[in-house]
């Protein structure tokens, strides 16, 4: 028996030493991307002030602080003549006094580095936000409570949404997007599903939440279900990241959105 006790300690080190043998170190060369202009642009028709954030990407390896871009030209064109320039309120950050219209057409024209960046946005018509209500549902053994949206879709034409919730004041990282291919005339009930996967906390008794819905045109539908699919699946769950199909030129990232907009608030109650 003692003789079978050495066998077996002596079987066990020399497959710990041939396991230590076969330890590799691996550099991987990760290439820095270059830094791009990061473009945030919106055109709403229920402000009076339209707002342009110009940034610059950073490296994965620092801090996502997207640095201001400061001292570029920045002029919108609608599609009925008529220019709106905006002024540099402060830095990387670019406003015109004008309301957006529905059924209009706004390009955006961007001047910085001696480089032009233009984008094309037509906000469409207004779909009405007519309530919120909240739902409760149970989800993996634990009762969650659930905002919905509630509204009528047009079945004249085609429409897409964009939904923004802040919960207590602080906005939600879920991004929410839908469209109207399979409830095109409908009464729609949108539930926006919450956890704190996403934001750290539940949605509770008390809270107040706010919801924006946007009508939005295709390409800005486009480009958040991109993220919305890509925040809600990967990494890790089938889909690989990436940047967004943005409607603006010349590689920079971000939008530049004219929409309508509409807010309902409401108060969690038991």
Not at 114 to 124: D, I, L, N, V
Not at 130 to 144: K, N, P
Request: glycine residues 6%; negative net charge.
């Amino acid at each position: 028996m003692k003789t079978r006790n050495i066998y077996l300690l002596v079987t066990i080190l020399l497959a710990t030493i041939g396991l230590t043998s076969c330890e590799k170190v691996i550099d991987v060369d990760i290439k820095e991307s270059a830094s791009q202009l990061v473009i945030e642009g919106t055109v709403v028709d229920d402000a009076d002030m339209q707002t342009i954030k110009l940034s610059r990407s950073v490296s994965y390896t620092e801090d996502n602080t997207y640095p201001p871009v400061t001292g570029a030209q920045v002029v919108v064109t609608d599609s009925r003549g008529v220019e709106h320039n905006y002024v540099e309120r402060i830095p990387g950050v670019y406003i015109s006094s004008f309301k957006g219209q529905p059924n209009v057409t706004y390009n955006m024209l961007v001047k910085v580095d001696g480089k032009e960046y233009t984008a094309q946005s037509t906000m469409p018509r207004p779909v009405e936000l007519d309530s919120l209500s909240v739902s409760e549902i149970t989800f993996g053994g634990e009762d969650r409570k659930v905002v919905a949206v509630h509204y009528k879709d047009p079945v004249e034409y085609a429409n897409q949404y964009r939904f923004i919730m802040w919960v207590n004041g602080t906005q939600t990282r879920r991004v929410y997007a839908n469209d109207d291919r399979l409830t095109n005339g409908n009464d729609v009930k949108d539930q926006l599903f919450y956890s704190s996967d996403d934001d750290n906390e539940e949605i509770n008794d008390g809270d107040v939440v706010e919801v924006e819905m946007q009508s939005i045109d295709r390409p800005l539908y486009k480009y958040w279900v991109t993220l919305a699919d890509q925040s809600q699946n990967g990494p890790g769950g089938g889909v690989t990241p990436g940047n967004p199909p943005t409607n603006i030129n010349n590689d920079a990232l971000g939008y530049f959105s004219a929409h309508v907009s509409r807010r309902k608030t409401i108060t969690i109650r038991e």
